[in-house]
């Protein structure tokens, strides 16, 4: 119970108040008192606690299977350096740090992990978080919506189908319409698409995603993003696999404003879907509409650099129904984590697990797609995930596979009806040669079954 | 410079390290130019590479320099700065937990979505509610949620003109923040002269037009809103909504339900009252509960569960039931955010429910409730209590009377603290108490440290009297003085850049 009141405090702090017991000071009026028997699990001593839990973890078996899945959220190896420094106590049990007196540490962390996004997107600001991939989604396109207070979003059909569920989710509360840019055969947005639909002057935003949901790098051309700009529409570029950006030109090159994304990759634990780590940065001009928390620098009395939190007339905890966003929890612990595996990586281990990627990836689409009966489904450059077209449903094949052991990828029928044939592949650092071979062959004889079969 | 106090500077990380100072955690990869066109590739990198040991070293010396509930009390009020037992994380980190991608398919990973059902089923018995959604991250995001469902009922029954959200005074700024969010117009309710939102007045504003009342109970001046049946009986006769803000759910914890009071809606932070470590300000977890009438609103996924034909060895109920995610419902307002839910934090909270059961958690909110009052008898020797009355898991307290006396403000109170090794409270909310300081001391701290923090709130009224400018100077002995916060905003500098040094 981690509570730590002997009866004699409990009898002291009771007289001290001055009432007769704890019933006395929680009596509420009989008309709202509790009206159902509590039905809550049996309370269970530490070490029998730990064995119920281990009973849970052990019925986890897709923990432990050969995984070709990401879709959003990739496998990656995490120095164990991180852990030991993200669980001590002092970063775990703090709170956000409006004491900037006694948050220095912790302010500083977030001044950094604000400074890895810049650096890494190219952009000149980032905030402190947000909850994940798809808010910041959401979030990035409000601020484009209260930039040039257009009510109308378009986004391509490439972008994460999570993430433009969310974003459906927080128009429909906004009253905002969203509109859908199409792909195009190789893999990539089709913008021809794009710029006709830009020149109707009425999008706020125009979103994109690279690497797309389909692994394959995407984004504007010069003419779409002259296109784009001379809409007055604000481009937005996605990243779900943050890793990419090691790598890829950054969304800054090819002209957005604003920039979203998932952080998982660094050393963020799977840990079925969450806690996760969003990211919006952005140009100058949008500063005070980015939502959530900034850290700034300043001095202190004395003159000493000193960080604290900053631009809060933008929260609502000042502003309340006039914020630019309700977001008050931020995810400041998975960003700390985040930052500590920049710093562990650094340019030259990032550059590595980023050509490992490349690498491994490219062994697997070529290992795959060499077996009859399978075709990589688009031609445009991936990064470490690609489409296969296994030419029958989808379902018997990834269950047969799971049958030997492996995770072979998302099902893309599952969000795309016109891909019901296709399987989503990501490769990582930790995908062994031996893991390919399994899948390879695994492949070849479940195709090869079905094949038959028809 | 000393060996054990943190220097009042720590070089930026960028500024540390030599370019190729790497650590082999992979190999080394080919150039990217073998696998990428190099028109696709960025020119450059701009990251510092450092030592293993510089790494370490760093983000130890940041967390000397961060003041964690580990390191002493933590009185934040309306935040719950309780313990985080270590056993919650232990089982968050299993391997089996950790290593789980939200794509994995249900047949393996009915572990994660066992403790999913568990705790939606334990929340929904503890708060009265028909059943919860653990999808949305945050308190913030669960009231976004809360708001989402009421647009799309009122819609879909018709009730288009219901376009008010009633949010009291006493609030959270995120209330009036998430009603904007979804096209809502705001009417602000003040409270009454005992601190509570009034019948009389509350059913001044109700109409054909009200959507929904955000109320949360204990308010956010630690009191009991004791009308508060007949302000949702008005509420509902008025054909609106009642939302319960769980902020303060640590006051009521298995000894009154909001389902009970007769809300139609509510979150939980379970960072606050399931013992989730706050980690600087998040990740944070809000499932968002419903009664009956709007669980077919509820942000997807659900998990639901079906019998099993033979149950297994551990015999507990949920062990004889096969789990499945549930995205399939037509009226979900949809999902707020990318994967399910923050599992690692619904392990913990789960966890903390299994440390307790039924009869720990009614006496975890008692022993709360207790805590506060007692130091509230206490600080009201010293400070003005605009509320003497029973309270609940916090309290408010003014220095008003003291800052004309002396010119000490509450922000001045709470900086002293922070010599004495203590978090201060929150200041300045609620924001009808002027000089408001809202204290919460939480069920874990003892006796000891409670009677501790009421003699060094005591002395430090005291050097108000006597010496008001050793206040104005405070803090002291932390790693940097008061920050210059006009300048942070007139001149924002929100990141590292080469060229600024």
Known sequence: ?454 | MSTLTPDSTQPLIFELGQEGRANRYVETGKPLDAFLPSSLLRSELPLPDNSELDVVRHFTKLSQRTFGIDLGFYPLGSCTMKYNPRVNDAMASLPQFRDLHPYAPDDMAQGALQVMYELERNLASLFGMAAFSLNPSAGAHAELAALLIAKKYYKERGEIRRDKVIVPDTAHGTNPASAAMCGFKVISLPSDERGRVSVEEIKKVLGPDTAVCMMTNPNTLGLFEDHIHEITAAVHAAGGLMYYDGANANAIMGNVRPGDMGFDLMHLNLHKTFTIPHGGGGAGHGPIGVAAHLVDYLPTPLVVATPKSNGDAMGSPSDRLTFALDFDRPKSIGPMRSFWSNFAHAVRALAYIYSNGAEGLAKVSQLAVLNANYVRVKVAEFLEAPYPEICRHEFVVSAQTLKKATGVRALDIAKALLDHGMMAPTVYFPLLVPECLMIEPTETESKETLDRFVEVLRGIVQTAQSDPQQLFDAPVTTVVGRVDETRAARQPNLRWEAQRG
């Open chain 1, 1 to 454: 119970m981690y509570t730590p009141h002997t009866e004699r405090d409990i009898r002291e702090m009771l007289e001290a108040i001055g009432v007769s017991s704890l019933e006395e000071l929680l009596r509420v009026p009989a008309a709202v008192a509790l009206k159902a028997e509590l039905d809550i699990v049996p309370a269970l001593p530490e070490y029998q606690l730990a064995r119920r839990f281990e009973h849970f973890a052990r019925k986890n078996t897709g923990a432990d299977a050969i995984s070709f899945l990401g879709a959003g959220a990739y496998r990656h190896y995490a120095p164990p350096a991180i852990a030991s420094l993200a669980m001590r106590g002092e970063f775990l049990t703090a709170y956000t740090p409006y004491q900037a007196e006694v948050s220095q540490g912790y302010l500083q962390a977030i001044y950094e992990w604000q400074s890895y996004i810049c650096l890494l997107t190219g952009m000149d600001i980032a905030n402190a978080s947000v909850y994940d991939g798809a808010t910041a989604l959401a979030e990035g396109s409000i601020m484009a919506i209260n930039a040039n207070g257009r009510r109308k979003l378009l986004v391509s059909r490439a972008v994460d189908p999570n993430y433009r569920a969310v974003l459906k989710t927080y128009c429909d509360g906004l009253d905002v319409e969203i509109d859908e840019i199409a792909v195009r055969a190789d893999g990539t947005t089709d913008l021809d698409a794009l710029e006709a639909a830009v020149a109707s002057r009425t999008y706020a935003a125009v979103a994109l995603q690279s690497p797309n949901f389909f692994g394959a790098v995407d984004g504007l051309s010069p003419s779409a993003r002259d296109a784009v700009e001379a809409s007055g529409t604000v481009p937005i570029t996605v990243v779900s696999e943050a890793l990419s950006l090691a790598a890829l030109a950054t969304p800054a090159s090819w002209g957005a404003q604003i920039v979203v994304g998932e952080a998982q990759s660094f050393g963020v634990a799977l840990a079925y879907g969450g806690p996760y780590v969003g990211f919006i940065a952005s140009t100058e001009e949008h500063m005070r509409r980015i939502p959530g928390r900034l850290v700034g620098k300043s001095v202190d009395k004395e003159g000493r650099p000193a960080y604290v939190l900053t631009l809060q007339a933008r929260e609502q905890h000042i502003r309340r129904e006039r914020a630019t966003s309700n977001i008050c929890t931020n995810q400041a612990h998975c960003a700390l984590i985040a930052t500590m595996y920049l710093s562990l990586m650094g340019k030259t281990g990032l550059r590595d697990v980023a050509a490992l990627n490349l690498e491994r990836s490219r062994e697997a689409a070529t290992a795959v797609s060499s077996i009859e009966g399978i075709d990589l489904k688009f031609t445009a450059p991936f990064f470490n995930e690609f489409v296969i077209d296994v030419h029958q449903d989808t379902a018997p094949v990834l269950a047969a596979l799971k049958a030997r052991g492996i995770l072979g990828g998302v099902d893309l029928g599952r969000f795309y009806p016109e891909y019901a044939t296709c399987i989503l592949v990501a490769a990582t650092e930790l995908t062994t040669t031996a893991d390919i071979a399994a899948l390879a062959a695994s492949l070849q004889e479940v195709v090869h079954v079905h094949a038959h079969a028809r």
